[in-house]
């Protein structure tokens, strides 16, 4: 595995150093507009990737959110399996439960939800 990681860490500076070479040596462009295009490039990747597997952009989200928000320390994370079935409860209702258990939990989760929760029209507070 390291050696793979090696490898590929290598191929990317060289096609790096190789891009950079191109385009400052032989297209005579600026430093500014180097970083201008490897800024697009690198967020045009990013919009690709997020496209294709969106799933990761949304935990990513949660995390930020919830880290952000509250003080959260995570108790007995080993005791959840990283594959095969496994019950999450949490010890009260909220709306925010959810959000606190995707964003915690380090696999992805499947949600059962309260019927009367997914009816329920949108309002200001979450409790209201």
């Known amino acids: 595995m390291i050696a793979t990681n090696n490898f590929f860490n290598t ?6 150093s190789a891009s950079l ?4 040596d032989k297209l005579h462009l600026s430093p500014d507009k180097l970083i201008l295009i490897f800024g697009f490039v690198t967020l045009l990747v990013t919009v690709y990737i ?3 597997v969106p799933d990761f ?8 959110v919830t880290h952000t928000l509250y003080k959260v320390r995570i ?6 399996p990283f594959r095969g079935p496994a019950l999450l409860v949490s010890n009260h209702m909220s709306l925010v439960d959810g959000f606190l258990i995707g964003a915690c939990v380090q696999r992805f989760i499947r949600f059962m939800v309260w019927k009367v929760f997914t009816r329920r029209k949108p309002s200001i507070g979450l409790y209201a």
Not at 75 to 80: F, L, R
């Open 11 to 16: 191929a990317g500076l060289l096609l790096a």
């Open 21 to 24: 070479w191109t385009l400052h």
């Open 57 to 64: 952009l949304t935990r990513f989200v949660l995390w930020m």
């Open 50 to 52: 997020v496209t294709v």
């Open 75 to 80: 108790v007995g994370q080993e005791n959840v």
